[in-house]
């Protein structure tokens, strides 16, 4: 059987809204033709973006985040400072989804960062621990000041535990959007959180990262990438959702 044909998306830098936009449609477009996309993309300014299920005014929780432009992810989990990192989405009509089920698929894609990590000289493994608290718990407004299992966490200079990497799902009824953000770097509006950088010793660029990455993850998927951009209709369908959802207050504060 010949290797599936991914379409992948490298792109630059672009506000907040426009890039959960473009994941959206991306989503709609695997939900309409059956097929899949993987997109690497970074940010335009420092951004925070705030889980589907957060509430808006946990915002101000975070100080150092106060001065960032705010978007409503459409999944959940916590806040990301989108800064000195670099984010990945991958899109996946039903017939692909995994079947040991979506949440393997943090596995798989987590797994393979991990031995990019590994390549780089930086001991990361996944988070394994599944069980939770029982009982009502307050989790901190930071996706990386929580744990989930899959993430990807290395032990940092101090001995306490960095995470590296976190992603967050959507499910419907016609397709699975995942992505997550992978930390490159401490960032001056979240300088509480220590990255590659800083277990490394060295800055290693999005550009670097993406490329090893993507090699390493297209190996271990058996998918062949074709480099690809958004259509002008798709590009249409992305300046309506940030008009009508993503970059509006109404979105953003509905919660």
Known sequence: MPPLVCRLLIDPPAPGAWNMAVD????????????????????????????????WLDRWQHPASLACPVVRRATGGGAIVHDRELTYCIVLPPHLIPKE????????????????????????????????????????????????????????????????????????????????????????????LPGLQELLGRWVSPEELSEIWLLRLEEKLGWHWKTDSLTPQELEKVKLLVQTKYGAQSWTERR
């Open 101 to 192: 089920g979506s949440l393997s698929l943090y596995k798989i894609i987590h797994e393979s960062l991990t031995e990019v990590f590994h390549s780089l000289g930086v001991l990361a493994r996944l988070w394994a621990c599944g069980c939770q608290a029982s009982g009502p718990r307050q989790e901190p407004f930071l996706c990386f000041q929580r744990r989930s299992r899959w993430d990807v966490v290395a032990a940092g200079c101090d001995g306490t535990e960095v995470k590296l990497l976190g992603s967050a799902q959507r499910r419907t009824p016609t397709g699975l959007l995942q992505h997550g953000s992978i930390l490159l770097a401490q960032s001056h509006s979240a300088p509480e």
């Open 24 to 55: 959206e449609t991306l989503l709609n477009w695997a939900q309409q033709t059956g097929g899949v996309a993987f997109r690497v993309y970074q940010w335009a300014e420092p951004t925070l973006t705030i889980g589907y299920f957060q509430r």
